[in-house]
């Protein structure tokens, strides 16, 4: 429910744009931090102030892989040629 219109969005897009949703990757910095309070987390627990950026950064990534799998479920129907989940 709360991606839907996200999702929806994603069907008005040009084949090149598709390609460049499905692609796209959370950046260094973000995917450094989510980590260091992932490991945190797991060893200690963490501040309000951290539970709340985990939380953000957990959101982000999850929006993120549901919005590239789709584009590249949109791609599919397409009849585009999608690379082999291995090389994903």
Do not use: C
């Not at 994603?10 to 084949?15: G, P, Y």
């Not at 990757?25 to 985990?54: G, H, M, P």
């Amino acid at each position: 429910e709360r991606f839907r219109d996200d999702l929806r969005a994603l069907n008005h897009l040009d084949t090149p744009v598709l390609w460049r949703v499905a692609q796209t990757e959370l950046e260094a910095d973000k995917v450094t931090r989510y980590e260091a309070l992932l490991a945190k987390n797991q060893r200690e627990t963490l501040s309000d102030e951290e539970q709340a950026q985990l939380d953000q950064l957990r959101d982000m990534s999850d929006v993120l892989m549901l919005r590239r799998a789709y584009a590249y479920a949109l791609l599919k129907w397409r009849g585009q040629r999608i690379p082999p989940l291995q090389d994903l």
